[in-house]
């Protein structure tokens, strides 16, 4: 009887001992090792707005760090040739170094010439048959800021200023710039209107394109009739400053969107703001100096994350560990008292064969104003798979 006892318990030891060695193997968690939310410290120094007007600044990157708080939709004036000018370089696709179509001044040109110069409009002087590139067109309109030249260009890209006009309206609802309507193509139409926070947000994606960048950083430009013609924005090149686009003219007053390399812990940031509804443009000028001077001290440039630097961690209930570890490095331009967010997003493995040192497993997401993107974690160490004596023995999992 004993013996038969003996067979009966060696018989559940064997089946628990084979039930435990083919369950399934537990899928291994990663544990994340950073804060999840962290404040960029310091305080944020109060920006010197304009008095009058409104105003907005902004960080290449990591988006707005301030507005005056009291924007109202008035003329944009001539910085609408932003949008004029990034509608005709998305559709004609022209790349940094090309010159673009020839394109012929045609009657429609010199009427459109002729009107405006009339009205004492900004303008650029044209003659039928003249042939202009497309990247002169540009210049002609950005740097002198040839409201003639605009018309110029919408009616080559779109053939009537009436369907180029429906495309820049278009562009600005795509971009979310809902304070902002265009009537005309120049900005010569007091009906065509923004907000600084809009036209901010214009400029920094009109100079993500190398073309409209390299055009607004020039001084001066050759065209065929009428020579040499310079930047009306008496700003650049100092102070950092490498573009965008002056607009007055109108009773509302001068605006200007600008664009400036600064320096933040020996690295180059572009500042990015708007000052409208100044009563000069050289108080325009100077608003947006004060504006660059405050908020570069405040900015710092810090890494946050550091290549091979542990993010993650996997413990296997075997004893199996590996760190997930950053692929790169990240360095972010911060601004006192913005969220820094990061979140692990990183599936629970199941460990069947050896998995390899540098495996991509997972990423983490960073969000800091803008900026917003995933960084590649791998696997520092090998993981091995548990052993025999592991699954015959284990309790639980």
Not at 95 to 120: F, V
Not at 175 to 188: E, I, P, R, V, Y
Not at 310 to 331: F, K
Request: glycine letters at 8%.
């Amino acid at each position: 009887m004993w013996r038969r006892a003996g067979v009966v318990l060696l018989l559940i030891v064997v089946a628990a001992s084979a039930f435990n060695y083919l369950r399934p193997i537990p899928a291994v968690a990663a544990t994340h090792l950073l804060h999840t939310t962290e404040v960029v410290p310091g305080t944020a120094p109060s920006l010197p707005w304009p008095s009058r007007g409104s105003a907005a600044v902004a960080v290449s990157g990591l988006g707005f760090v301030g507005t005056s708080g009291n924007e109202q939709a008035i003329p944009a004036a001539s910085v609408t040739k932003v949008m004029t000018a990034l509608v005709v370089l998305e559709d004609s696709k022209l790349k940094k170094g090309e010159t673009g179509a020839n394109i012929t001044i045609t009657d429609a040109d010199i009427r459109s010439y002729e009107a405006d110069l009339a009205d004492m409009q900004s303008v650029v002087k044209v003659q039928a048959g003249e042939q202009l590139t497309l990247f002169q067109v540009l210049e002609g309109m950005l740097i002198p800021s040839g409201n003639n030249l605009a018309e110029t260009a919408a009616r080559w890209d779109a053939g009537s200023i009436d369907a180029f006009v429906a495309k820049m309206n278009k562009r600005a609802a795509e971009l979310h710039l809902s304070h902002t309507k265009f009537a005309d193509t120049s900005g010569a139409s007091a009906s065509s209107v923004s907000t600084p926070t809009d036209l901010t947000t214009l400029g920094m994606v009109a100079m993500l394109n190398e073309v409209f960048a390299q055009i607004v950083a020039l001084g001066q430009a050759n065209l065929p009739v009428a020579g040499t013609v310079y930047n009306v924005n008496g700003l650049l090149g100092q102070g950092g400053i490498i573009g965008i686009k002056t607009g007055s003219g109108l009773n509302t007053g001068a605006n200007f969107l600008f664009a400036a390399n600064v320096t933040v812990d020996s690295r180059t940031i572009v500042v990015y703001g708007c000052v409208m509804g100044q009563p000069t443009l050289q108080i325009a000028f100077a608003t947006a100096q004060a504006l660059i001077a405050a908020a570069s001290p405040a900015l710092h440039v810090r890494r946050v994350i550091a290549r091979n630097q542990s993010v993650a961690n996997y413990t296997t209930p075997w004893g199996e560990q590996s760190d997930l570890v950053s692929t790169v490095d990240v360095d972010l331009a911060e601004w006192p008292g913005m969220i820094l967010r990061q979140h692990l997003d990183a599936k629970a493995i199941v460990i069947e064969k050896p998995v390899a040192p540098s495996t991509v497993e997972g990423t983490e997401h960073v969000v800091l104003g803008d900026y917003s993107f995933d960084v590649p974690l791998v696997t520092a160490d090998q993981l091995y798979p548990p052993g025999r004596l592991w699954r015959l023995t284990r309790v639980s999992f």
